[in-house]
């Protein structure tokens, strides 16, 4: 089986919701990012087989996140692109699914990664194409909706984490530590 390396990173600055980098969408710092990390890695756009970019919120932005990035960051329009929504897992699982395909022989170079902007995720009004003949409705913020709502047990994903801390006895100590550790690296 052939061996999967990671030749270069890049990212962008983390922003405050509503913050700095609220004029850019999530394919504008995909595509900052991307253009970053082949110029780090010294790699020509035209050799890369594949790109793999995890993204979850997507309302609005239109087809195909990763094609979206790849083009704007100037690789040919040639080089096969897909997205993945994994929730928050998302650009881990593009990098891994980047290995698989490496390892197996189906491609040589995979760029792989995730992109999002919470502060351009829309509201949305489900009922309006249709039209409404009176009455109000309510706007779902799709920020929490698609990404921060765990769909399965109604709540939010912060109160995921706290039971998931709780369940397994892990201290907001230790999570500080966890955290301090993964900063510095």
Request: glycine share 12%.
């Amino acid at each position: 089986m052939r061996e999967a390396v990671i030749v270069s990173a890049a990212r962008t600055a983390i922003g405050t919701f509503g913050g700095s980098l609220a004029g850019l969408s999530a394919v504008e710092m995909g595509s900052i990012a991307v253009k970053a990390a082949l110029e780090r890695a010294g790699v020509d756009p035209a050799t890369v087989d594949e790109v793999i970019i995890g993204n979850v919120l997507s309302a609005g932005l239109g087809q195909n996140v990763a094609r979206q990035v790849a083009l704007k960051a100037g690789l040919p329009g040639t080089v096969s692109c897909f997205s993945i929504n994994k929730v928050c897992g998302s650009g881990l699982r593009a990098i891994s699914l980047a290995a698989q395909l490496i390892k197996a022989g189906d491609a040589d170079v995979v760029l792989a990664g995730g992109t999002e902007s919470m502060s351009n995720s829309p509201y949305l009004l489900s009922k309006a194409r249709f039209g409404y003949k009176m009455g109000n409705d309510t706007l779902v913020d799709s920020m929490i909706c698609d990404g921060l709502w765990d769909i399965y047990n109604n709540y939010h994903m912060g109160i995921t984490a706290e039971n998931v801390a709780q369940k397994y006895g892990i201290t907001r100590e230790a999570q500080d530590a966890f955290a301090l550790v993964r900063q510095q690296r």
